[in-house]
């Protein structure tokens, strides 16, 4: 069974992402390349260097209220170093950093939206900081990173620029041909999932593309999905004979 759902362009970014220190200015013939400086100090209070690729991510992220783990990473090649506490994933989620590994420092950036790819897998718009090297903003970029740091828990997004559609923009495959499609949201983000009812069984997707099995009602009852106790998350139920049969 192939879900083909429609997305919207991604909002525009305020200028300079919203980041209060856009305003440091070049002091590299003093502290040496990628070096921007307020008061003269070119470190940020965060730890990183302003207006650098760690420093925007890790204002980004900690905005959020993410303040766990997101300090004394190192350079942007070393986020995917130290799994302690985050998540080091190969498929990105809005909220991610995300992790190039080649060069003197690397680069890490912030996945704002994402999409399927032609041939499979996905791919981030990611907005970053000093990606050429001039300490400018952009967050226009379409990219696969070598990996994902996950700081808040896998299926669970963060804020993005991006709308919530566009984290299954395209189509996805899940289920067999003959089952009947379910959606709903599964664990309560604020994104609706997908799923399927097949002879008593529902099967759930999450975001990062497992399933949870879930055995309810008899094969040949119809299925139905609701919030049926208001707490955001959407349960699962099934119609018989005239009759309503809710799983708590």
Sequence with gaps: MTFVLGGFAPSAA???????HDSATDCSTIYGQYSWCISGSWLSPRGYAYRNCTDWVAYRLESQGITNHVRSRGNGKQWDDNSTGVTITSTPEVGDAAVWNSGTYGHVA??????????????????EYNQPGDGTYRDDRWVTADNYVDFNGVGVPLGGSGTPVAVLQGQ?????????????????????DIGTWRAGYFYLRHADGSYSTLPFGNSTDIPVTGDWNGDGVTEVGTWRNGVFYFAN
């Design 14 to 20: 305020q200028a300079g992402g919203g980041y209060p």
């Design 172 to 192: 996805v495959s899940f289920g067999n041909s003959t089952d009947i499609p379910v959606t709903g949201d599964w664990n309560g983000d604020g994104y609706t």
């Design 110 to 127: 912030y996945v704002e939206e994402i999409r399927p790819k032609a041939g499979g897998g996905y791919e981030a718009r990611v907005s």
